[in-house]
């Protein structure tokens, strides 16, 4: 940690000279070279942050816990320092990220804005200059392939960003862009910018050149996090430099809550003082070999966490997969290298990492489709599930995504009540509910969305059984009392989980929903007590 006698910036490491900003509320005087980064360390007048940056030979500069951190504990809140849109076909406004339509654009160079930003759009004020300048201009059917011309935009952005904010400039400065690993597969990380990006850049806005491109190009690839539309959709990447110095574990202990361009990220968990906090750059439900082929793909690197160190997922067996030569026995994994073979945990048989992959990537598209198609029902989700169970294990990174579609859609009907759904199916639901939530005990422990949203689907599924069965005398008022009970504590908890996102989202929809419920418990509580 730098201090004031090291006279560098304690966030970017910038030598100091006179002018320094030194953080009097903690006790490790942490110095910055300007207020922004110090806000960074200590955005209100109040607490500071609860977290320190450390530095390892083998991670670099990472963040780690400066005390104990309680759950649902704010972690890191910054706003992207630079972004843009998402390299798609979608038209959305440059300014705010909400979707417009094809007569809605800027009257200077053509590119999409909505109409509030049509006159007022300073972010996109800065490319707009650059196409003005270059007098390019896109026309109606250029705006039918944007994503060859939104690359451009971020790269823009960034660096006339670095050019003029020198602060903001350091931090980016400071963040990987693995250029040695990219520059290795040119054809895979090079190549498909090429055209839309560098040679429009250099030739036609004459503007930057191809290694600070390269370089710009690897810092978004390499670390940007989302950005959400006005309206609520993720349509953008930005960069968040205080959040990239965040580890990546497959079991991590915060989430991101993303509120436009503004980051807040929260511990999931209790954190205890000088543990890392870490983040997920792939989503936890995966499995072992496909986390990580997209960790290498992606950030070059082969993930050597505790939950990838372990055949078994710490117990989760989301890479397990059914053995063909004995009944009862599991394939799994058996270390962190995906080119290791997978052994039978009964009768001792081994395939080949190859082998394995294959079957994986057989159904995946499966998996992928009925997940991806609304019009699909439960039925037919709980019919690709019994294949796959004759294929995988029941916790299974596809079986759990498959058992999430289904615990969301199951027993309700097209106004999302569970009230004429027969005992039978809400047993079958609560059931489903509870095996994902076990599951997620282990790979995304505590207050996480997926977790939140869980307990609603389960505390509405005990709820709606335990009514049916107490009308139907198939309980007494006793074991419905006590039900009610188990339902307060799921919603008590649930709302812990989703208590702070975004206003308007539809997390915090059901949030209030579980509110709701409680005080419908309370309710019948109250009632079944003069019985």
């Not at 049509?118 to 003005?132: A, T």
């Not at 990174?397 to 999302?416: F, P, Q, T």
């Not at 599951?439 to 995304?444: A, E, P, R, S, T």
Request: contains cysteine; hydrophobic residues 35%; glycine residues 6%.
């Amino acid at each position: 940690a730098y201090s004031a006698k090291h006279m560098a910036c304690y966030l970017c490491t910038a030598p100091i000279g006179d002018s320094q900003y030194q953080c009097d509320q903690c006790d490790n005087s942490f110095v910055f070279c300007s207020p922004s980064h110090l806000a960074l360390h200590r955005p209100t007048d109040k607490d500071c942050l609860p977290w320190k940056i450390c530095n390892a030979d083998q991670f670099g500069r990472y963040m780690v816990a400066a005390r104990d951190i309680q759950p649902g504990e704010l972690v890191v809140t910054e706003k992207s320092i630079c972004w843009g849109p998402n390299h798609t076909s979608q038209l959305v406004c440059l300014e705010c990220l909400t979707a417009v339509t094809e007569d809605q654009f800027c009257n200077n160079c053509g590119f999409p804005l909505c109409e509030e930003h049509m006159v007022d759009h300073p972010s996109h004020e800065v490319e707009c200059r650059v196409f003005e300048k270059a007098g390019y201009r896109l026309g109606c059917a250029d705006r039918e392939d944007m994503e060859l011309h939104y690359p451009c935009v971020e790269i823009i952005r960034c660096m006339v960003m670095r050019e003029l904010d020198i602060n903001s400039g350091r931090l980016v400065d400071m963040l990987m862009d693995h250029k040695k690993e990219r520059m290795s597969e040119v054809d895979k990380y090079i190549e498909p910018y090429r055209e839309t990006v560098m040679r429009k850049l250099i030739e036609i806005f004459d503007f930057g050149n191809e290694e600070e491109i390269i370089k710009v190009l690897g810092y978004f690839d390499v670390n940007s996090i989302a950005v959400r539309g006005a309206d609520g959709p993720y349509r953008g990447r930005g960069i968040y430099p205080t959040a990239s110095l965040m580890n990546h574990s497959c079991i991590c202990n915060t989430r991101n809550i993303i509120t436009g361009s503004l980051l807040e990220s929260r511990a999931t968990v209790a954190i205890p003082a000088g543990s890392p906090i870490t983040t997920h750059y792939v989503s936890p439900l995966l499995n072992l070999s496909t986390r990580q082929q997209r960790l290498k793909e992606k950030w070059f690197f082969d993930c050597r966490c505790e939950r990838c160190c372990s055949p078994t997922d710490m117990g989760a067996y989301t890479s397990a997969l059914r053995c063909p030569s004995c009944d009862t026995g599991y394939l799994l994994p058996q270390t962190s290298q995906p080119d290791d073979s997978y052994s039978c945990i009964g009768c001792q048989n081994i395939i080949s990492a190859e082998e394995a992959d294959r079957k994986i990537k057989m159904w995946e598209p499966l998996v992928e489709a009925l997940g991806t198609f609304k019009s699909t029902g439960t039925a037919e989700k709980e019919a690709l599930m019994s294949q796959l169970l004759l294929n995988f294990h029941p916790n299974h990174s596809m079986v759990i995504e498959m058992k999430l579609e289904i615990a969301n859609k199951l027993g309700r009907d097209e106004h999302g009540s569970l009230d004429n759904t027969n005992p039978k199916e809400l047993e079958k639901k609560k059931r489903v509910c509870e095996d994902i939530l076990g599951v997620m005990n282990i790979i995304y422990p505590g207050r996480s969305k997926y977790r939140g949203l869980l307990l609603h689907e389960l505390a509405d599924t005990v709820l709606a059984l335990a009514g049916k069965q107490y009308n139907n005398e198939d309980i007494t008022k006793e074991n419905f009392n006590e039900e009610l009970k188990n339902c307060k504590a799921f919603l008590h908890e649930g709302i812990d989980c989703l208590q702070h996102d975004r206003s308007g989202s539809f997390e915090s929809g059901i949030c209030q929903k579980m509110r709701n419920m409680q005080d419908s418990c309370q309710d019948f509580q109250n009632f079944i007590s003069f019985l």
